[in-house]
């Protein structure tokens, strides 16, 4: 499969947020207004300004106490259900790019149904600017990329817990740095890898990082099969004509 893929190594993860604020930086996007809120993460969540947030977690894994950091970010699903969702209204309002596989909110969003593109996202990464309705998340840089730069938080990135580069040569890198990571952490795992350009390599169990960490098995058909299952339903009825 062609296109780009991000590797993030949560096993390097120091939880700097040098991805976080290079994010910020390259796109133009305004700081918020942040409290505390009981955590040493901050902001609270993603916005229509902070595409990307380093998750901070706190947990016991096996009677140890464990601190979890997690950069997330929009995963440029391979067959994006927010693409999906948004066909039937305005298919030119989320698109693919064609070199890289980015997945690409225009300014066409503004007329879509927020709720419906969020509900549709298994990993509840949209957001809206509430007062040009378009809806925002990361570009993957694609600016950079075509430059032949490395994504703002890659290049930002000190302990080279993100990689970024050719699908195939991120997927060799993941299962090369998840062989390594599993002599010492031996429940570590690859996330949703087939399904999505983000892989993330947990330590653990990858719900202890966040809850939208992984697709809901229940609901995700896989991810790619939602518009396909509804095509299946609606198939019969395409022939018949009002009497």
């Known amino acids: 499969m062609s296109g780009k893929s991000f590797l993030v190594d949560l096993t390097k993860c120091t939880a700097c947020r040098g991805c976080q604020v290079a994010c910020k930086q390259?796109?133009?996007?305004?700081?918020?207004?942040?409290?505390?809120?009981?955590?040493?993460?901050?902001?609270?969540?993603?916005?229509?300004t902070t595409y990307k947030v380093v998750r901070f977690e706190e947990v016991e894994v096996k009677g140890k106490l464990n601190w979890l950091f997690m950069p997330e970010q929009c995963r440029h699903c391979i067959e994006p259900p927010c693409m999906a969702?948004?066909?039937?209204?305005?298919?030119?309002?989320?698109?693919?790019?064609?070199?890289?596989?980015?997945?690409?909110?225009?300014?066409r969003t503004a007329k879509l149904n927020f709720q419906e593109i969020k509900?549709?996202?298994?990993?509840?990464?949209?957001?809206?600017?509430?007062?040009?309705?378009?809806?925002?998340?990361?570009?993957?840089?694609i600016d950079r990329v075509y430059d032949g730069l490395l994504p703002a938080c890659v290049q930002a990135c000190p302990t080279g817990a993100m990689a970024f580069g050719d699908r195939d040569e991120m997927l060799a890198l993941a299962n090369k740095r998840l062989t390594a990571a599993k002599k010492r952490y031996p429940d570590a795992v690859l996330v949703n890898a087939e399904d999505v350009r983000v892989l993330y390599l947990c330590a653990v169990d990858p719900k202890l990082y966040h809850k939208f960490?992984?697709?809901?098995?229940?609901?995700?058909?896989?991810?790619?099969?939602?518009?396909?299952?509804?095509?299946?339903?609606?198939?019969?009825?395409?022939?018949?004509?009002?009497?």
Request: with cysteine.
């Open 26 to 48: 390259w796109n133009g996007l305004p700081a918020e207004q942040t409290k505390n809120w009981g955590s040493h993460q901050n902001p609270k969540d993603l916005s229509y």
């Open 85 to 107: 969702a948004a066909e039937g209204t305005d298919p030119q309002a989320i698109v693919r790019d064609q070199m890289t596989g980015a997945v690409l909110f225009t300014d």
């Open 119 to 141: 509900d549709a996202c298994p990993y509840n990464i949209p957001r809206q600017d509430p007062k040009t309705k378009k809806l925002t998340k990361c570009t993957m840089c």
């Open 213 to 243: 960490m992984m697709a809901d098995a229940s609901s995700s058909l896989p991810l790619y099969s939602r518009k396909e299952a509804l095509a299946t339903l609606l198939r019969p009825f395409r022939n018949l004509t009002s009497v």
